[in-house]
C-alpha cells in the first residue's frame, strides 16, 4: 500500500489550470465523479482501426481509454490514456504536454477505512487486515480534506469485461519501487491529499512512473 502523507506539495500556478481546477473540486468525492461523469468527464475507447467496436478494445493493438474532460469553454480536452505498459498490463499515458508541477489526476476510490482522528498515521497492512481491508496494491493512504489519513481502494480492473469505474485512472499508474522500475524513470508524485503532479515537464505519450526521487 502506498503512503504519500509524507511527500511534499507544489504551489505552482499551472497553465493548464481551467482544467485542471475541475479535477480539485473532485477531491475525496467518488458520488461528485459519479454525477458529473458524462457530463464533465468522459472515457473515449480509440483505435487504430477504423469502425472497430466501442466494446473491443484491445490493447495489444495499440488501443486507447482516454479521459478527456470538458473546459470551461464547453470543449472535450484529451488529459491521460489508459494502454499497454512497458512494464506489464496497463499503464497511464500523458495525452497532452503538461509543466513541471502540473496536475495529472487525482487518486480516488471507494473509501475502505478513515481514521477517528486528525493527525493519526497511515495504518500498517496488519490494522487493515483487523478491519477486513486486505492488503492490496492500490491500496492508497492519504489525507482527506479534514486532515484524517484515510484509505482508499480502487481496482485496477479489465476494463473489456468489468463494470466497475475507471475514476480518472491514476490507480494504473505503475509504481517504480511496486514495480522494481529503476528510480530514473520516476516522472510524477502522488502527494498526501491524493493529486498526481509531474516531477518534470511532460510530453505526449509518455508513461507516468510515480515515486520519490532522491
Aim: charged content about 25%; glycine content about 8%.
Amino acid at each position: 500500500m502506498y503512503d504519500f502523507s509524507r511527500t511534499r506539495v507544489w504551489d505552482i500556478f499551472m497553465p493548464s489550470r481551467r482544467l485542471s481546477s475541475m479535477i480539485v473540486q473532485m477531491h475525496n468525492h467518488v458520488e461528485f465523479y459519479n454525477s458529473c461523469y458524462l457530463e464533465h468527464y468522459r472515457w473515449e475507447h480509440r483505435a487504430p482501426e477504423k469502425d472497430v467496436p466501442s466494446d473491443r478494445i484491445e490493447f495489444d493493438r495499440g488501443h486507447r481509454l482516454v479521459l478527456c474532460i470538458k473546459d470551461v469553454l464547453g470543449a472535450w480536452q484529451d488529459w491521460i490514456y489508459l494502454s499497454k505498459s512497458q512494464f506489464g498490463g496497463l499503464g497511464v499515458f500523458t495525452a497532452r504536454e503538461f509543466p513541471k508541477g502540473g496536475l495529472l489526476g487525482l487518486y480516488m476510490g471507494p473509501e475502505v477505512w478513515q481514521a477517528d482522528a486528525v493527525g493519526t498515521p497511515a495504518p500498517s497492512a496488519e490494522l487493515l487486515e483487523l478491519h477486513g481491508v486486505p492488503d492490496h496494491v492500490c491500496n492508497c493512504a492519504i489525507r482527506n480534506a479534514e486532515g484524517r489519513m484515510v484509505v482508499y481502494c480502487p481496482q485496477r480492473v479489465e476494463p473489456t469485461n468489468d463494470p466497475r469505474p475507471l475514476y480518472l485512472g491514476t490507480h494504473y499508474i505503475k509504481g517504480s519501487e511496486e514495480q522494481g522500475i529503476p528510480s530514473e524513470r520516476v516522472n510524477c508524485e502522488i502527494v498526501d491529499d491524493g493529486k498526481v503532479f509531474a516531477y518534470r515537464p511532460l510530453k505526449p505519450d509518455e508513461e507516468l512512473i510515480s515515486g520519490l526521487l532522491s
